[in-house]
């Protein structure tokens, strides 16, 4: 039997799920959901209802875990080598609270300003009226309003010059070997890849998310182009 996650194609959270899997080599299947029928299933399995939820399908071992944070926990308790915990348990604790800063505000920052993208500058990547409807719809739930998209598009600055500081110096968010935070940070920022003001100015950041995917096996975000 082989691990299954349930998924959204497009999420973020899911990415960082499927680069842990990846940098594991642990074989999976994915199920994709769809968005609003999702909580029917997800509710009676995990009590909540956001993606991913990985059912790893082992006899003692949980039915369904969810939260991306959970989900790797899980993983590196179930197949240690190769590790993306650090050895010092300092430098784990500040690899684990990037990681959380990555997935509460900076994931929830990109998710703002990438729908507000679609659905404005960006609305040429897809204008038909079923994605824009679902674009309006994501809009709405999250209450995306231009004062929210503002606060979002600051709190990534902030990334920027966090991230900027600690991947332009090394491969490495933290320590001296890949973390939970690279894998955080590779998956959440993923989505402005697309955005060609991000491409252009932080192009660092791009070329380290590049190197993240291949080293996980993971197709590369929209927006972004496998190399030759
Ligand atoms: N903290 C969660 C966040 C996951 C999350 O926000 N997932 C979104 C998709 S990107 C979701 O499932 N949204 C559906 C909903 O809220 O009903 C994690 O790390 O897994």
């Given at each position: ?45 995990t009590g909540l209802k ?49 990681e959380d800063w990555l ?126």
């Open positions: 039997m082989c691990m299954r996650l349930l998924q959204f194609s497009t999420s973020h959270y899911c990415r960082k799920a499927r680069l842990a899997l990846g940098y594991k080599q642990i074989s999976y299947t994915v199920e994709n959901l769809t968005p609003g029928a999702h909580v029917l299933k997800l509710k009676p399995l956001t993606v991913p939820v990985l059912l790893p399908e082992l006899e003692g071992e949980p039915m369904a875990i969810a939260d991306s944070t959970a989900i790797l926990r899980f993983l590196e308790r179930y197949q240690p080598d190769p590790t993306f915990f650090l050895p010092d348990p300092h430098l784990q604790t500040e690899a684990q609270l990037l997935d509460e505000s900076i994931g929830t920052a990109t998710r703002f300003v990438y729908y507000d993208f679609r659905r404005g500058e960006g609305k040429q990547i897809d204008p038909s009226l079923s994605s824009q409807l679902v674009i309006q719809v994501v809009r709405w739930q999250y209450a995306m309003t231009p004062a929210a998209v503002e606060l979002a598009r600051q709190r990534l600055t902030l990334a920027f010059e966090v991230l900027g500081d600690r991947w332009k110096a090394s491969p490495y968010l933290v320590g001296k070997q890949l973390s939970v935070a690279d894998l955080a940070a590779a998956a959440l920022l993923s989505p402005l890849a697309l955005i060609p003001q991000y491409r252009q100015h932080q192009a660092w950041l791009f070329e380290r998310i590049g190197e993240i995917h291949q080293l996980c096996g993971e197709t590369l975000p929209p927006g972004m182009k496998e190399k030759g």
